[in-house]
């Protein structure tokens, strides 16, 4: 056995000093390879950052309650005299003033105008009533002032401000024939509320004729404990048909949705382009094994075994991918990580967020690398094992 380790040990080595007589054909695999993990991660690392800005949104002791089997606030509908029937609901925290902590709330779209591209997109208005800001946690105003009821004005999430023009303090925003003055700027601390705008829940309600409904309602309960008893209570009145969920769980959700398709799009792609990964390094191992005939033959001749030219060679593929994983997780962390762009959320409606590079996610890439690596290697690592003595040591 120590004798078998000894040849593998000694034929890995001369592959390894071999690679710099093919340093071209080499770097071309490595480059190749690294372009795959590349791509792998920055999708990963967007799938990551999203839903890493929507889970950390959400809180386990406030409710989000929609019209019954609606995905999201775009679709949901809550009547005024479903509000009222919902603010008798068992487990809402109250108030100094003894009144329920219940935001009813319009969840509309306005137009924006990307920096990157100067193209438009759809953008989150809220309307909000007194309770609205409150109930939110970790919610500051950074710049200027909170608006004003019954005014036409808008305070913003911080990152629009960084992805979209016009929303500037001061500015003048016009959407249809309604002209807006951004008075505020405010930091939800990452959250997915700072690629939201907001405004005075009866203003928006009058400019977009929904007088008498609204979206969503936030309720703040009194524990994580209560949502249970507020559950029950809606799903047994037959007035409401309306659906309860924690914050944290209704943000899972959504980030789920977006998350996942973009996971869906980053393998396939990155498969596809393994493949063509894969040709290059079956090419270099193919013509490193070509190269080393007369090694391999000598060696063979002299008493190494097979089996060690061909653990030899699969190292050699598995080093070049190695180097190519870890080069294209570097260059992903380099130039990705930390990134901020906006993309589609389950709303329809644009989300800010920063690409996240994991130390899992990176484990990933360099797995694929590898697998690239070893399959690529194998077949010519089949043909170093059973090379014939003399036809090697005529080539």
Do not use: C, H
């Not at 695999?29 to 890493?52: D, E, P, Q, Y």
């Not at 909170?146 to 990152?159: H, I, Q, T, Y």
């Not at 309306?242 to 914050?247: C, H, N, R, Y």
Request: cysteine-free; overall charge positive; aromatic content about 8%.
């Amino acid at each position: 056995m120590r004798s078998l380790l000894l040849q593998v040990a000694a034929v890995t080595m001369i592959n390894i000093k071999s690679i710099p007589r093919r340093f071209w054909l080499s770097l071309s695999t490595v480059i190749s390879i690294a372009l795959v993990v590349v791509v792998l991660l920055a999708f990963l690392a967007m799938a990551n950052g999203f839903k890493r800005t929507l889970s950390g949104t959400g809180s386990e002791d406030i409710a989000v309650v929609l019209r019954g089997g609606s995905r999201s606030e775009i679709n949901s509908v809550v009547l005024r005299d479903q509000v009222r029937l919902v603010e008798e609901a068992p487990g809402i925290a109250r108030g100094p003033d003894g009144k329920p902590l219940v935001s009813a709330e319009l969840y509309l779209t306005i137009d924006g105008v990307k920096r990157s591209s100067g193209t438009k997109a759809n953008l989150p208005l809220r309307g909000l009533g007194p309770e609205g800001a409150a109930i939110r946690k970790d919610i500051r105003l950074i710049e200027g002032r909170m608006f004003s009821p019954g005014s036409n004005e808008l305070v913003v999430g911080k990152a629009i401000l960084s992805q979209f023009q016009g929303f500037e303090l001061g500015s003048t925003v016009v959407s249809g024939s309604t002209r807006w003055t951004v008075v505020g700027v405010f930091d939800a601390d990452g959250s997915v509320f700072d690629s939201e705008i907001w405004a005075d829940l009866a203003v928006v309600q009058s400019l977009f004729k929904r007088l008498n409904s609204f979206q969503t309602l936030r309720l703040r309960l009194e524990s994580p404990a209560a949502l249970a008893a507020l559950k029950s209570y809606v799903e047994n009145d037959p007035r409401l048909k309306l659906d309860a969920k924690s914050e944290a769980a209704y943000y899972a959700d959504q980030s789920s949705l977006t998350s996942d398709l973009i996971q869906k799009l980053g393998w396939p792609l990155a498969i596809a382009m393994a493949l063509g990964a894969l040709a290059g390094a079956l090419n270099t191992m193919y013509s490193s094994v070509a190269a080393r005939a007369s090694e391999i033959a000598t060696l063979r001749a002299i008493g190494f075994g097979g089996f060690s030219a061909f653990v030899g060679t699969i190292v050699e593929s598995l080093i070049l991918a190695a180097i190519g994983g870890l080069i294209g997780a570097l260059v992903t962390f380099l130039f990705f990580d930390g990134l901020t762009t906006s993309t589609l959320g389950a709303s329809f409606t644009q989300v800010v967020f920063s690409f996240r590079l994991s130390p899992a996610l990176i484990v990933q890439g360099v797995l694929l690398a590898l697998v690239v690596g070893a399959i690529g290697g194998l077949f010519p690592a089949l043909r170093a094992a059973r090379m014939p003595i003399v036809a090697g040591l005529s080539e």
